[in-house]
């Protein structure tokens, strides 16, 4: 189970950048933002960039929420033109036995975001992560207790928008050391469109709170090392569970009650994944080795441990800090792709220029008074909103193309809606 060496630097490194935004509004935010609660956890971590000419820093828009309570801090809202529902799951795989807990097996807490209907507003917004466990995540940065998280846009346990087909679906893996949260920008934007998306905290690399208050963080040792293969591990029992849902079945541990009409809401012919780094990489794996998983995109993955086999299913890379021209296992994997395949790359993006750290540090920087020269050495040179938009924009236009059939020209070529958004032949 390899893992690139910088992956416990670069995870320690966002949690210090997110911990710099959050602080910040622990002084001024109200609303929205939420105070952190005192916990102790279930598990304690002992977790063990390149430098750009400077520019100025747009910060992506704020949601209609934030606005309204007067936050400091938000995700962008979505586009599409649903609301978005979403409910959290417990998921027991019964065929991975638990290390710690011996006759016990491998729990996973997830998430399905999905477009709902009827009056949401009834539906109290889900933070971006659980207080309890953000104090735990930024903590292992080295901050203090008194820090907020912002809301997002999905509405706790709102009811499920339907048509007459169902929803296609799309898996998120996060990267190491970190949360199902942490790219929670695209995964509503994907909802708000029609989508039905699934995220993941892998168990022992993911800091993640069990419905009983008890939480779990990263393990650094042998016994629970967790490498790509290990997370598209959890992605293939992921998709066993979107097809129970899809036959009408709930698959949460404590049968806890789902939104109404999410069973057999969900399409289980039509299922993508995607992920961030080392999350993108196990996205690759997964495909490799289950069928049902039909399209696929990596979100600046490294690659390793190199991938050998073919792919024959469509495949989008967005790279950043590990290009083909850069990254040999890039550039092998690369190789491999003998279906649609497509690699594109931002000017002036960094590792963590696609996610949802882009967004807080752009926020943080003008009431820090961070200078324009050092927006770059934490989150690219890339501007912000445009970041914003870039993530927005194309996973939407890749699944709704190998998901949906919907033909976006987005994919076609360079596109002047972003001239800054290279293709890489």
């Not at 466990?133 to 080295?142: C, T």
Request: aromatic content about 8%.
């Amino acid at each position: 189970m390899t893992t690139t060496p910088t992956t416990s630097r670069e995870a320690l490194s966002r949690r210090r950048l997110l911990g710099t935004a959050l602080t910040v509004g622990a002084a001024g935010a109200v609303g929205a933002a939420l105070p952190l609660a005192t916990t102790t956890p279930a598990r304690a971590a002992t977790a063990p960039a390149a430098t750009a000419p400077a520019r100025a820093a747009t910060t992506p828009a704020r949601s209609a929420a934030a606005t309204a309570t007067g936050s400091p801090f938000a995700l962008p809202e979505p586009t599409g033109p649903h609301p978005v529902g979403t409910v959290e799951l417990e998921l027991v795989d019964g065929s991975r036995p638990d290390p710690d807990n011996p006759g016990r097996f491998r729990r996973l807490m997830a998430s399905v975001w999905y477009p709902a209907r009827g009056d949401v507003d009834r539906y109290p917004l889900a933070p971006w992560m659980h207080p309890d466990l953000l104090r735990v995540f930024l903590a292992d940065g080295g901050y203090p207790a008194d820090l907020v998280g912002p809301l997002t846009s999905g509405h706790l346990g709102a009811p499920v928008h339907r048509t007459g087909r169902g929803l296609p679906v799309v898996l998120f893996s996060h990267g190491a050391h970190d949360h199902r949260a942490d790219h929670t920008v695209i995964v509503q934007e994907l909802a708000s469109h029609g989508f039905a998306v699934v995220t993941v905290d892998h168990t022992w690399d993911a800091y993640s709170r069990l419905p009983d208050g008890r939480l779990l963080t990263p393990v650094f040792d042998r016994q629970h090392m967790m490498g790509p293969k290990e997370f598209a591990a959890d992605l293939h029992f992921l998709v066993d569970c979107v097809e129970q849902l899809a036959a009408g079945q709930n698959p949460d541990a404590e049968r806890r009650p789902l939104p109404a009409g999410l069973t057999e809401a969900l399409d289980a012919s039509r299922i993508g994944a995607f992920g961030w780094s080392k999350g993108g990489t196990a996205t690759a794996y997964a495909m490799l080795g289950d069928q049902r998983i039909k399209a696929g995109l990596s979100l600046d993955a490294p690659m390793q441990p190199l991938i050998t086999a073919d792919l024959d299913r469509p495949f989008l890379m967005m790279t950043a800090s590990f290009p083909r021209a850069q990254d040999p296992a890039a550039e092998q994997f690369w190789g491999h792709l003998k279906g649609w395949r497509l690699n594109v790359q931002a000017e002036g993006a960094v590792h963590s220029s696609y996610g949802d750290t882009e967004v807080f540090v752009a926020q943080a920087a003008t009431l820090l008074g961070i200078s324009p020269d050092q927006v770059p050495e934490l989150i690219g040179t890339i501007d912000p909103a445009r970041a914003v938009r870039i993530q927005q924009a194309y996973p939407l236009a890749f699944f709704g193309r190998h998901l949906c059939g919907h033909r976006s020209r987005l994919l076609d070529g360079p596109s002047r809606d972003f001239p800054e958004v290279t293709y890489l032949p």
